[in-house]
């Protein structure tokens, strides 16, 4: 079964690798673009039947860094 | 005195610590890899060196912090061993949960890699004992990933403790309130970006990290 995890920094935490991407839009002339956030994708296989609380708690205890960043776990 | 450099795949300051903690002890520190799950019997001082650990896969120093001997470092820690953490090591402290905060991209997104001046913030920590308060000291940085973070509430707290151990002088990756330097609630964990191991010596062009090793290995002239 393949799981998608979505990897955010948390609001109010600067990105600089997000504001690096931004200028760089804006210097190949795409206007309009207000803000950037970068992320990381992270896609897991696991067992079927695999738990919520145990898919949780690979994102809390390794995938993510919940000091600065927040998860989103999507199931198929 | 027995001391102890941990070394992961992608360590590269290993060596200069184990220079420095032999030069100040008399005694070559154990070597330890990452996989052993103990720590040489009666270790009374343990640095995690700088580095690239793991190639900063996932988050820098994000597997070196799960990894075995991070176990041992933690129930060493947790006994009061004196725990040292240097620039990849201060990394992997924070991912361990061992210090508060985490280490983010540089703010200007260079690496930063030149030495700059930090001013000691709390001198009364059994690593800083040998400097003065308020006090000056050049010390070498080279990182990407320096620029501490952690939520106002934290920083408020870790500053009212008494916790913020050195600051940066200067602006150098956007640290949150220049923040260079962390020690935990008990004190005998530090964990800071610049590289106290490479102003040791006066071919290093400063000496300023020496009195940082010489106070923390109770050898304090």
Known sequence: ?76 | MKTAVIVFPGSNCDRDMAVALEQVTGRAPAMVWHRESELPDGVDFIALPGGFSYGDYLRSGAMAARSPILRAVSDAAGRGVPVLGVCNGFQVLTEAQLLPGALMRNAGLNFVCRTVPLTVENSQSLFTAGYQAGETIDIPVAHHDGNYFADAATLDRIEGEGRVAFRYADGVNGSARGIAGVLNDAGNVLGMMPHPERAIDRAHGGTDGLRLFEAALGVLA
């Open chain 1, 1 to 76: 079964m393949k799981v998608n995890v979505y990897v955010t920094l948390k609001p109010g935490v600067l990105d600089p690798q997000g504001k690096a991407i931004h200028h760089a839009l804006e210097g190949l002339g795409f206007g309009g673009v207000s803000d950037v956030r970068a992320g990381r994708f992270i896609e897991l296989d696991v067992a079927d039947g695999t738990s919520d609380a145990d898919l949780d708690a690979m994102c809390a205890k390794l995938l993510a860094n919940t000091v600065i960043e927040n998860y989103r776990i999507e199931r198929p």
